[in-house]
């Protein structure tokens, strides 16, 4: 049977200096955990938080077991599907599409919508005010139809009152 262990130290140490250069850390993956932590959005928001997360945590406690038990590289413990987890982890933060990065994505998009959403509301209040103007436009020109024809009629009264004197 094969031992796992070394190769899954060099894919943890691969992905915790790529974690240390984009979260300017000396703390690595542990630091991206503790991001992931103390950000409230993510569950919500990005599908796999969870997920990532917990393999994260579970992948730092496999590495502090390497790195600090006596004789633990002698135990199976870390799987070649660990392994193959960090590296995929590490491509995914190279592609952008690891925790952080999809939620940034979703916050963005969710922002757009929102300035969408607002301009949209603009234009219709905008529209609404039109309508209003063209509704008051037409009542008064209706006040004044109105008051034109009660002064022809007032007129017209006046003339026939005159004819009849």
């Given at each position: 049977?094969?031992?796992?262990?070394?190769?899954?130290?060099?894919?943890?140490?691969?992905?915790?200096?790529?974690?240390?250069?984009?979260?300017?850390?000396?703390?690595?993956?542990?630091?991206?955990i503790d991001e992931?932590?103390?950000?409230?959005?993510?569950?919500?928001?990005?599908?796999?938080?969870?997920?990532?997360?917990?393999?994260?945590?579970?992948?730092?406690?496999?590495?502090?077991?390497?790195?600090?038990?006596?004789?633990?590289?002698?135990?199976?413990?870390?799987?070649?599907?660990?392994?193959?987890?960090?590296?995929?982890?590490?491509?995914?933060?190279?592609?952008?599409?690891?925790?952080?990065?999809?939620?940034?994505?979703?916050?963005?998009?969710?922002?757009?919508?929102?300035?969408?959403?607002?301009?949209?509301?603009?234009?219709?209040?905008?529209?609404?005010?039109?309508?209003?103007?063209?509704?008051?436009?037409?009542?008064?020109t209706i006040l004044?139809?109105?008051?034109?024809?009660?002064?022809?009629?007032?007129?017209?009264?006046?003339?026939?009152?005159?004819?009849?004197?």
């Open positions: 049977m094969k031992n796992f262990n070394l190769e899954f130290l060099e894919a943890y140490k691969r992905l915790d200096e790529l974690c240390k250069q984009i979260l300017m850390s000396d703390r690595g993956i542990s630091e991206y992931m932590s103390n950000e409230s959005q993510g569950y919500r928001m990005v599908s796999n938080w969870e997920n990532d997360y917990k393999q994260l945590k579970k992948m730092r406690w496999i590495r502090n077991q390497l790195a600090h038990e006596v004789n633990s590289l002698e135990k199976q413990l870390a799987t070649v599907e660990d392994i193959k987890w960090l590296e995929n982890f590490y491509v995914r933060i190279i592609e952008c599409t690891d925790p952080f990065s999809m939620l940034r994505k979703v916050k963005n998009t969710s922002q757009k919508l929102s300035v969408k959403s607002e301009h949209q509301q603009e234009i219709f209040q905008q529209n609404n005010e039109f309508v209003r103007e063209l509704n008051r436009g037409k009542e008064t004044v139809g109105i008051a034109f024809l009660i002064a022809i009629i007032i007129l017209v009264g006046v003339f026939l009152a005159f004819l009849i004197i």
